[in-house]
């Protein structure tokens, strides 16, 4: 599905669109939208279309924006008066605690949106200059988030502030930010894009209306996210089992140390693409096709790697990866991890 005349149109997920369209036709639209759902599945593109409906002066039968009123031409081009973003940042270390606000990156966060809304924390620190660095929300964002709803509309109708990964707020910020959750300014609407809910504050979890975004199809994912990484982690993924079947320790080191080259996001990302190939080929030997969401390149190494994935290691290997992801988002040094990994994929893979 694409929306009319959308800021971006957006992928599938007609479900989630018309129960939003419905809400906004009965006027029942909360002050806090929570949309959730894994990396990848077209949130932020919904909440920015939906930002344009609400903030639409002629809207169409359905809801929709209607595209030619001015507030739609402006929301197209993410200048709309009434529309916010907020998003976290990495605060280099000229600028001083009370300016890291996401005011500073909002040029570049125009343009990325307006590019494609189908992208990850990983491609925004990248944007950023900050591959290496873990992105946050400051205390100064609320205080600015304050300031920018507390003034009265633009174009005297609603308020939209479209919050990207609040799970980012650490518990000062999100805070701060309570009362306002609490006793929101008239027609202001907060739409929020969350890939895990269940580290948002509980308070301010507890004042908005989750709405689950489910995953894309496999066709559909493509479509979001033409292919970037993927090769690139499918060989890494492809040397590791083969170096570590044939316990070349010493190559092993120099894939860990690769991998510790590489950015901290990318790393994360790398790990959960291995935790799916896994999944991928312990689900092969089942020899049901349909039961597989392979590349014709991922399908082609599982002919003959599946066979080392099997009920007594499953697992144990996705427990190894998910706990790599962990030690690399708690900054534990990345050599250390991916070696050790390595020489635990030694052992896992004779079970």
Known sequence: MQTKMAVQSFIGQSLTWDRLLGDLRMNRVPHALMLCGAEGSGKLA???AFA???LCEHPLDDGSACGECVSCRMSMKLEHPDLHFTFPIVKDAKTKAEDAVSDLYIKAWRTRVLKSPYFDLNDWLADMGAENQQAKYYVAEADAIQRKLVLKSNRGGRKVMVVWLPEKMNQ?????LLKLFEEPPAGTHFLMVSEEPDLVLGTILSRTQRILVPPLSREEYRLAHPPKDERLFLDLFMMLMRLAYQRKVKDLREWSEQLAGMGRETQKSFLAFSQRQVRENFVFNFGQPKLNDQSSDE???SKNFARFINE???????EELTQAEIDISQNVNAKMVFF???LKMIVLLLK
């Open 312 to 318: 007594r290691n499953v697992i144990p290997i996705t």
């Open 46 to 48: 919904i909440a920015v």
């Open 52 to 54: 344009q409906a609400l």
């Open 340 to 342: 050790d990994l390595a």
């Open 299 to 301: 399908a082609a190494f």
């Open 172 to 176: 000062e910020t999100a805070n701060k």
